[in-house]
């Protein structure tokens, strides 16, 4: 990116914003200062709880449930959003001022087709008629590089992959072409070879019409290729500010450089038992499909206890399919599961509760996975009751027992909801919840893909503690090939439902690779400015909307 020095769109002055907890306001954001110009992108930074999300938000004029903006001062293109009335501030959301949630799973509503949903704006502000936003929306699909862009908007949510439906979400952004777009970690949930699609496709949509962004990532190598400036957060307080090359290269501050320095942990790779050893699970030629679309094409691979698989691959490639074919939520129409040498029912209605419990999930999102009214202790206590029959004290027990397990004290924890918990602490409890039912093989589907890196790095030591204790089976669904280097024994390489490559970590990090496996491996993003620019030049791409195409 390059550094536009415009007119001042955005100025945000000794910001202060409070949130309500223990019966009291306490001061979150401490007095942040944000300038943005006309055109340029500004990547905000920092550990979870850093306040990234609500200082994109406040720059809205807006303050989640729970929080107030309680001093400083908010101007967007010299409107005071701090003092003007709220049916103003609502005027200018979607319309002049855009957001991009980082689920879009959660964020479009599932009853509606995407085209309904990007119609709304430009119809409700009288930008469009409704035709014409269709019509604007075909034309964006188009340059974001979504397949079939004159279909595609008729579909259903749940119809689309999640790198599609992301690229869905930037389009409906643009739908009013806002002068300003707050993207909050828009490809934390996508895999490497997408995650280019989707940063290519929005440099591209920013750049064409000369719009302003505020890119909220934990991903340093990702914030290096979009942004302009670079402005690091710890607690609510600014940390520094400086050009991104400026950034990268000599940061100021102890704690930027340890944000730098994350992600050393690597555990010791195991290699497969010799001998007679039966896997704790056992793919054997899978086959499956949604409807009359196969999905998966004579899928094999084995887990033994105490090793970790990573199943690797693109959007769509059938990781996660593979994953509900193991738990009996999606029946095979060919091939078996063996799970400790005796074949599994195909359905998960056709197997007893022993048969259900042997195989737990670890889900991506913890914020959808954890019902948001109901305690920890009873989130984690129902499968402890269900599969063991526990009630009373000795429930209570357990509860207790699980929570020391992953690092959360039972006295203060015991009670709370999950809205109180910090991203990592929920996903925390979401591998509470499976340990529960006290399983032989877990499914770690994304865990850590919503978290920054240096809580990702804590629930990598926390797995990789507990499957040491408990000679626990992982199945490791991942696009963050760091993640990979990190945790995996084995690694299993998918694309459009096949296995293309598969073998021990060391092996498949060593070439030659599969070209398959070689892309994933060039995609990743590295701390270099110039990085995605010169990938696209490499693979031929003329202009970043093109990148879905290579």
Known sequence: MTGKKKDVLLDIKDLRIEGYSDEKWIEIVHGVDLTLHRGEVMGLIGESGAGKSTIGLAAMGFARDGCRISGGSIEFDGMELTTTSEADRRALRGARIAYVAQSAAASFNPAHKLIDQHTEAPVHYRMRKRLESQED??????RLRLPNPRDIGFRYPHQVSGGQLQRAMTAM???????LIIFDEPTTALDVTTQIEVLAAIR???DQFNTAAIYITHDLAVVAQM????????????????????MLKSPKEDYTKSLWAVRSFQREQKSRPTGDAVPVVSVQEIDASYGPTKVLDNVSFDVYAGMTVAVVGESGSGKSTTARVITGLLPPDKGKILMNGEEMPPSYKQRSKEELRKAQM?????????????????IIGRPAQFYGGLKGGALKSRVDELLD????????????FPPELSGGQKQRIGIARALAADPTFIICDEVTSALDQLVAEGILKLLDRLQKELNLAY??????????RSIADEVVVMKQGKVVEQGPKDVMFTPPHHPYTDLLLSSV???DPNWLTTLLEERGVDNVGEAADV
């Open 227 to 246: 942004a302009d400036v670079i402005k690091v957060l710890l607690k609510g307080d600014e940390v520094e500010e400086a050009d991104t090359e400026t």
């Open 173 to 179: 952004a643009m739908a009013c072409r806002p002068d």
């Open 362 to 378: 670890i889900y991506q999102m913890a914020d959808t996975a954890l019902n948001p009214k109901v305690r920890i202790c009873d």
């Open 525 to 527: 993003p590295e701390m």
């Open 405 to 416: 397990l992953i690092e959360l004290e039972p006295s203060q924890y015991y009670s709370r």
């Open 137 to 142: 929306a075909m034309e964006l699909y188009e």
């Open 204 to 206: 591209d949509i920013v």
């Open 475 to 484: 199945m490791f669904i991942t696009h963050d090939l760091a993640t990979v």
